[in-house]
Each structure stands twice: as C-alpha cells, then as structure tokens.
C-alpha cells in the first residue's frame, strides 16, 4: 500500500495542526494504520494508532488528551488532529499501516510493513 502524509508546518506552542495520511493500493478499510513521529537526534516512536474500528485505538502517554487519531474510510485517509503543541512535539511525521490489529502491539514499528514519506512538524516556542 502506497501512503502520503501531508499537513505538517510551523506552528507556535498551543496552536494546533491536522495531519492526514491518504492510501492506495489495498483494502484501506481492514488496515491498522499508525502515527509515529522522530523528532532530531531521537529514535521513530509510536504517537497513536487505530483499528478498522474506531474503538480501536492506541495512543501513546505522551499526546494523550491532547492527540486524536481517525479514519474515513471512504477517503482511504487517516488522521491525526494535533492540539496543545509545545516544542516537545517538534518532528517528523510518518504514518504507516499493518494488517493486524493488537492493542499490546500497536506501538511495535517493525510490524508496520507500509510507510509514508514523513512530514514535518515544527513547534515554535
């Protein structure tokens, strides 16, 4: 499956952004599609997952309350909508989708078989 981030830029700290991942090539609808973000110098890590179902997600401590993750279907896109921003959250995006759906293991990035190109997201303080 072929995956396009886009929506990063440059906001101050508390501002807000969304972020959008549009896919082709597969059942979209079936896929477990992920957040990760790397920010300079740091390791990719998890931001947010979700399942073919809504209730299906996975967000990690660090956005929770202040990320959310979702899907349309019909679009074949996922979304993170990103508010509260402070520096700490300055990096590259990536979305990325897998086939299945365990919520122990939707932070494990090497079951990510499909990624996108990555956006940036620059927090200004």
């Known amino acids: 499956v072929q995956l396009q981030a886009s929506g990063g830029g440059l906001v101050q700290a508390g501002g807000s952004l969304r972020l959008s991942c549009a896919a082709s090539g597969r059942t979209f609808s079936r896929s477990v599609m992920g957040w990760f973000r790397q920010a300079p110098g740091k390791e990719r890590t998890i931001v947010a997952a979700i399942g073919w179902m809504d209730s299906m997600t996975y967000y990690a401590d660090f956005v929770k309350g202040r990320f959310t993750i979702s899907r349309d279907n019909a679009k074949n896109t996922v979304y993170l909508q990103m508010n509260s921003l402070g520096p700490e959250d300055t990096a590259v995006y990536y979305c990325?989708?897998?086939?299945?759906?365990?919520?122990?293991?939707?932070?494990?990035?090497?079951?990510?078989?499909?990624w996108g190109q990555g956006t940036l997201v620059t927090v200004s303080s």
């Open positions: 990325a989708s897998k086939n299945l759906w365990a919520y122990s293991r939707a932070w494990r990035e090497g079951e990510y078989s499909d």
